[in-house]
């Protein structure tokens, strides 16, 4: 089945850098790929997601590249903020998949 | 919030007990999963369901059984508790494959 191998597991920054993280899948055929922000006593929220019919998307500060050559995926936090501590989760699925498989989640913290 | 709520949000139960737990949808969604959450592996899927009546096994749907018999309701039985149980489970719904996936706000489960 699908494997999503996601790196780092944890990611300090400074308030103000950027933050990547870094996502590989095996299955070629995947075609969907979200990434959820969760809080802490909260559940997975989606910030963000690409299909495999786009090589990046970008919402405000938040942006997700993908390279289905190389079947990696990231997302990319500019001007990162306080608020952004969280644990991040990628994620991918693909056509006839009833269900998203996940990456082992980067606990992103930001530091005043 | 998308309408989901899981109950109970917390519980400890003994080893060797049966226990379920209940996600309740007020959005019409075809798609239920379960999944636990556990440190250093993301979230992995039980079961899911893709209709009354029909379910399917996750990659880790050992020691658990699903039933879902009504559109809103999918209920996780663990048949006989064990502390490997212990976790947060969480719910999710959604409209359709290859789209977001909802999640409630999770039930923190301790054998003990």
């Known amino acids: 089945g699908e494997n999503v191998e996601q790196h780092p597991s944890t990611l300090s920054v400074q308030e103000g850098d950027s933050a990547v993280i870094k996502c590989t899948y095996s299955?070629?055929?995947?075609?969907?790929f979200p990434w959820y922000k969760q809080e802490l006593g909260k559940g997975p929220q989606l910030i963000i997601d690409i299909r495999s019919n786009v090589g990046e998307k970008k919402d405000q500060r938040i942006a997700v590249t993908l390279n289905k050559t190389a079947k990696h995926f990231s997302l990319h936090i500019t001007e990162t903020q306080p608020e952004d501590s969280a644990v991040y989760f990628c994620a991918a699925s693909k056509p006839g998949r009833r269900a998203l498989t996940f990456g082992s989640g980067t606990r992103l913290q930001v530091q005043p | 919030d998308a309408g989901i709520t899981q109950s109970p949000r917390h519980k400890v139960t003994e080893t060797g007990t049966p226990v379920t737990l209940r996600c309740h949808q007020t959005e019409n969604h075809r798609y239920m999963y379960w999944y636990r959450q556990d440190p250093g592996h993301g979230l992995r899927l039980i079961h899911y369901?893709?209709?009354?009546?029909?379910?399917d096994k996750g990659e880790v749907s050992d020691g658990y059984s699903v039933s879902r018999s009504k559109t809103e309701d999918f209920l996780l039985t663990l048949e006989s508790a064990t502390s490997s149980q212990t976790s947060v489970y969480f719910c999710?719904?959604?409209?359709?494959?290859?789209?977001?996936?909802?999640f409630g706000q999770g039930t923190r489960l301790t054998v003990v």
């Open positions: 369901s893709y209709g009354v009546k029909d379910t």
């Open positions: 299955d070629s055929a995947s075609n969907y």
């Open positions: 999710a719904i959604s409209p359709g494959t290859g789209s977001e996936a909802f």
